[in-house]
């Protein structure tokens, strides 16, 4: 299939094919590829590019998975910088930035898979960070952590997540896709659920009205082949359930774990997937470039590939500095926004569900 | 036609095209890395021994003694200016000449035009140039950046346009060979060092890593050896 082919579907909005998706994949010149996905995130989003004010909290990073792709993890609770938070400690760390003055909209709370702590605890989470910001977003828990509680806890992932949702549960991130492939899975993260239990978490979510985000890990022993099933798989999700805000793109980083003899992707081949989404995910709202993983510059050149979401202010971020990453911990919501313009886009303060938010001047940033 | 970076209306896709096609066209479709390493004021050198290109700036010669002296220490290449004072006698020694531009993402479009047209100037009057250099000041913006390189390959279409990977970083370097850049130098080695001790925050590249950089951005890779030998890989 040519890429004038391939752009002609695109203009007409036929959605693309498996065969399509490896050409974009395939194709000699990344500045092609790059300009047909700027065209539909244009067509999409004009020039503004959304960021919010997040707070990172991971409770616990004590997982019984023991995914070869994790930095972050420790498998046993006395293990060396094993951590739990208790309940307090992470109402502090929201409490601390608003205190300071920081209009944080949304916490983001994703952990490990672990099995020695009772439900109430998450609950008792979400319920008490409620109370000390009841106009704040609560996404949390990832597929992969919702399923985890319905093995534990022994209830359906329905009740799992209502209930969770009267706690205060406002989304779900999009974490824990990794690649949806049984032998991508068996052999990065065997323990993690299998990639038709990761979509029916999302499914039941988008039924009981939470909306959530979804990713993909690359750059680990995935195919390309693999990547665009992956983002096939996606969209026919949304095709049935349609509470998916955006899609995050995440390529791997190999320091400090069982995968590190791979090179981490390169910026063309993270901008060519950032690509490759849009152009695959035309039913999916939003294109994150999470600046974390990718790194400032190309997450401000991936704003001309497709993206037009930067991800927030962040904050306490662990999961990739633990990794390697070498972005920053945190970026003021000034500094996005210069960022943003410096990369020839205007930044727009959004909360969870792409909601724009008035400045203190009424207008948006 | 001169593409002008620091312009926000330009179509970023359309300079990044003509710059690469600028630069597979000048080089046959061939990308280029080189192991660097740097001579400072105090006559010590950073980066790794074995390096092919070694580098002395042109604002360290005064402190070392002049070109001469940095020659016998073991340049083999010079960093100059935009007025390139010493740029004919390097040429003249037998060295490599890389022509450095400062470009910052906070200046206007006609101090960027005016550092473009220094640089076009010094490449007619000194014709030894070897290649051009960028060198950000202060923080380096995504697209800012290329655009900027871009502009630099359109401007000195036969030179190489280098990317020195220790003031870009990796992710940001390899984009500028999608826009006009044609070469990487940097710490690049053999072999990964542990990155134990002095090393524990080592970016270096091995040569599979440089490699790997340019072909995937569609280049042939290949690498500047001693005495002026290039190995394609």
Known sequence: MSLSAIASKVRAGVPLSQADGLALYQHPNLMEVGALANDVRERLHGDRTYFNRNLHINPTNVCVASCKLCSFSRRRADAEGAFVLDVEQAVDKLRARLAAGDRVTEVHIVGGLHDGLPFDYFTGLLSSLKAAAPGISLKAFSAVEIFFFHHLYGMSIEDILRRLQSAGLDSLPGGGAEILSSRVRKAICPNKCEADEWLEVHRTAHRLGIKSNCTMLFGTVETLEDRVDHLLLLRAQQAESAGFMAFIPLPFHPENNALGDRPAPTAAEILRTVAVSRLLLHNVPHIKAYWVSLGLATAQTALWFGADDFDGTVSEEKIYHQAGSLSPQALASGEIARLVRAAGRVPVERDTLYGHVAQAGGEVS | ?233
């Not at chain 2, 630069?23 to 192991?35: D, E, L, P, T, Y």
């Not at chain 2, 020659?71 to 000449?97: I, P, S, Y």
């Open chain 2, 1 to 233: 036609m001169r593409l002008e970076a620091n312009e926000p209306n330009l179509d970023l896709f359309d300079m990044g095209r003509q710059a690469l096609a600028a630069a597979r066209a000048a080089f046959a479709g061939n990308a280029f890395f080189v192991a660097a390493r740097r001579l400072q004021p105090d006559g010590a050198w950073l980066g790794p021994p074995e390096a092919t290109l070694a580098l002395v700036a042109e604002d360290a010669l005064a402190a070392l003694g002049g070109l001469a002296v940095a020659r016998k220490l073991g340049a083999n290449g010079v960093l100059c200016d935009r007025a390139g004072t010493v740029a004919g006698e390097a040429v003249g020694l037998g060295m490599r000449v890389l022509a450095c531009v400062p470009f910052a993402a906070d200046e206007s479009s006609d101090v960027r035009r005016a550092h473009l047209d220094q640089l076009a100037e010094l490449v007619r009057r000194v014709p030894g140039i070897d290649g051009i250099l960028p060198v950000p000041v202060g923080e380096a913006q995504g697209l800012d950046t290329l655009q900027f390189f871009a502009a630099c390959r359109m401007t000195c279409p036969a030179q190489h346009v280098v990317v020195d990977l220790e003031l870009l970083g990796q992710k940001l370097g390899q984009l500028c060979l999608s826009f006009g850049a044609d070469e990487i130098l940097g710490s690049i080695t053999g072999q990964r060092a542990l990155r134990l001790g002095e090393h524990a925050s080592s970016n270096a590249l091995t040569r599979d890593e440089a490699a790997l950089l340019l072909r995937a951005s569609g280049f042939t890779p290949c690498e500047r050896q001693p005495e002026g030998k290039v190995q394609v890989l």
